[in-house]
T-cell receptor, first 113, second 117 residues
Framework: AQKITQTQPGMFVQEKEAVTLDCTYDTSDQSYGLFWYKQPSSGEMIFLIYQGSYDEQNATEGRYSLNFQKARKSANLVISASQLGDSAMYFC??????????FGAGTRLTVKP | DAGITQSPRYKITETGRQVTLMCHQTWSHSYMFWYRQDLGHGLRLIYYSAAADITDKGEVPDGYVVSRSKTENFPLTLESATRSQTSVYFCASIAGRTSSDSYNEQFFGPGTRLTVL
């Protein structure tokens, strides 16, 4: 069964605007971690942001914030003030066990000048 | 240089051949992982290792073999390559024991693009 769902295969955003990338997850565990990674065209996986299941505050890292709604099992990534360099694939991931990180299918974000 | 390196970065092989993808990390991280990335699937775990000489299957292990005789190396072998194994392969590592809800960044190598003809 799909544990991580990213419903937006592709997204467009105007430069300098904010964009939200959706992620929902499925787990019956109380303890888990949620991650977002960026994959530019060069191919490497770049860690962006982390949210623990017990964290009460939404995680923020610079222009990235994670909108964590535990009851809805959603962990949307918000990128503020988009830049051309933000154009990339974005993956949501969940770790229930240390040896098991599951990834969504990804969202391709294109920032328009 | 410190970090995770993978070799080769690109490989073309033929159906039925044996191929080994190498992964080396310089941090002495306990956990190491192999993922494959295919369109529409994100990354899927092939095998992982909790320490030297300890390996276990992930989500898609069929057709692959791993070993870990040294902490820093985690080679992945395709014993008889098939076209369905054409993919991008990522090696990753985590520093040590962690609970699932603890922040513990998973570091990725640069990837190996494998094409099986």
């Amino acid at each position: 069964a799909q544990k991580i769902t990213q419903t937006q295969p592709g997204m467009f955003v105007q430069e300098k605007e904010a964009v939200t990338l959706d992620c929902t997850y499925d787990t019956s565990d109380q303890s888990y971690g949620l991650f977002w990674y960026k994959q530019p065209s060069s191919g490497e996986m770049i860690f962006l942001i982390y949210q623990g299941s017990y964290d009460e505050q939404n995680a923020t890292e610079g222009r990235y914030s994670l909108n964590f709604q535990k009851a809805r099992k959603s962990a949307n990534l918000v990128i503020s003030a988009s830049q051309l360099g933000d154009s990339a694939m974005y993956f949501c991931a969940m770790r229930e066990k240390v040896n098991d990180m599951r990834f969504g299918a990804g969202t391709r974000l294109t920032v328009k000048p | 240089d410190a970090g995770i390196t993978q070799s080769p970065r690109y490989k073309i092989t033929e159906t039925g051949r044996q191929v080994t993808l190498m992964c080396h990390q310089t941090w002495s991280h306990s956990y190491m992982f192999w993922y494959r990335q295919d369109l529409g699937h994100g990354l899927r775990l092939i095998y992982y290792s909790a320490a030297a000489d300890i390996t276990d299957k992930g989500e898609v292990p069929d057709g692959y073999v791993v070993s870990r005789s040294k902490t820093e190396n985690f080679p992945l072998t395709l014993e008889s390559a098939t076209r369905s194994q054409t993919s991008v392969y990522f090696c990753a590592s985590i520093a040590g024991r962690t609970s699932s809800d603890s922040y513990n960044e998973q570091f990725f190598g640069p990837g190996t693009r494998l094409t099986v003809l």
